[in-house]
């Protein structure tokens, strides 16, 4: 069914595709009844995927990725189709447009994408309010999601304000309202800030977005922005990372902290971000971002990629680098750190191959756009084998 649907979509250019889906599943959402069909088709229902992953309970571990929803537009409809968490943005403190378009692109042939999209967004303040406006209408836990989390363990579903059990710590089961899907905030630097202002755009996205959102991401790993990866150097990155731990250990309570990196880094960067992690108790790291490499792609997507230019590549062909860079980070870290893995998923056995290199959940993306709605349920079927 979706086969045919994607060769419609797949006609269109890919951006304009992206919203023409998004919003026809928001109108179908609109409905509640059919709201409800689509959730129990889609949504996965087996308790032993529920999981706490830095005191946040996650009603699976298939997360989608920042830049899908980036204005926090389809929460609802992104719920519907059983994500166990998304992450909004990347946000940045001002609106701004993003590159020239066209810039998003398919490689059909190898699964892939090429996105050059310059961190288009409508700016903290308006998703601020989107988000706010979301946690105000999610209603509470049906019986059925409660009967859900009792079974895996839970003394209490996660917004009832009960005791939640197992290593959730004190106070942190209040901090999602009602939401039942865990929302995760990707921050970084509007294009025009310089590099030695950076954490003040950071500072302020944290601060904006604090009482939103679940927890952090900390993007400075995307190719679109000029001179952004360089925030990835150790300078640079305890100088953002040391400034947002500070102000996070100075509320109440604390949001989970992570910190999204390109699989492009060398041994050495890669280790000085294991270090960077353990000096300031970093909550987790997401990994890893878009490549700029084509080294993996075939004889005939390279030419279209030559033709397409510069951007992040995305889909199967990253699966291998980004294998590799999920696998030498476990180590570095002694597999203790939480890591939410990404790179090149589109079917459960892609997925089972990131959790038994070590990561604790995965995000999709490229995957979700060529496999369709059903990607969820898919892999949770398959990791809960």
């Known amino acids: 069914m979706y086969s045919l649907l994607r060769n419609l979509l797949f006609k269109m250019e890919a951006e304009q595709a992206h919203y023409f889906s998004m919003n026809l599943l928001r109108a179908a959402c609109s409905i509640g009844p059919v709201r409800k069909i689509i959730s129990k088709c889609f949504t996965p229902s087996q308790p032993e995927l529920i999981r706490t992953v830095f005191g946040l309970p996650f009603r699976n571990p298939v997360g989608l990725g920042a830049g899908f929803d980036k204005n926090a537009s389809y929460l609802r409809e992104l719920e519907t189709l059983g994500f166990g968490f998304v992450e909004i943005g ?79 710590p004190a106070g942190r089961q209040g901090n ?122 075939s004889s005939a997507s390279k030419v279209q990629a030559e033709k397409i230019g510069m951007g992040g590549l995305s889909g199967k062909p ?26 090149g998923i589109f079917k459960g056995e892609d997925a089972k191959d990131k959790l038994n290199l070590g990561a604790t959940m995965v995000q999709v993306w490229t995957g979700f756009i060529y496999e369709g709605p059903t990607i969820v349920n898919k892999i949770c079927k398959k990791i809960n084998l």
């Open 176 to 297: 999602r309202g009602n939401a039942r899907m865990i929302i995760g905030g990707n921050i970084g630097k509007n294009k025009n800030t310089p590099n030695e202002e950076a954490w003040k755009d950071y500072e302020i996205c944290f601060n904006e977005l604090f009482d939103v959102v679940d927890y952090f991401v900390v993007n400075v790993s995307s190719p679109n922005t000029p001179g952004l990866r360089a925030l990835q150097d150790k300078d640079a990155l305890l100088k953002i990372l040391g400034n947002l731990n500070q102000n996070n250990r100075s509320r109440p309570e604390r949001k989970p902290l992570l910190l999204k990196i390109a699989p492009d880094l060398t041994p050495e960067q890669l280790k000085d971000i294991a270090e960077i992690a353990d000096e300031i108790n970093l909550d987790g790291i997401v990994s890893s971002n878009t490549t700029i490499s084509r080294e993996r792609l």
């Open 90 to 168: 990347t946000v940045t403190p001002l609106p701004q447009a993003g590159n020239e378009k066209p810039r998003s692109f398919r490689l059909p042939a190898d699964k892939a994408l090429i996105n050059r999209m310059g961190f288009n967004n409508d700016g903290v303040k308006v998703i601020r309010e989107r988000l706010e406006e979301w946690k105000a209408n999610t209603t509470p836990h049906p019986p059925s999601a409660d009967k859900l989390y009792r079974k895996a363990g839970f003394v209490a579903p996660p917004d009832s304000g009960g005791e939640l059990g197992r290593s959730l």
């Open 318 to 343: 990253l699966k291998e680098a980004s294998d590799e860079v999920l696998q030498e980070l476990v180590r570095l870290t002694k597999g203790k750190l939480p890591i939410i893995a990404s790179g």
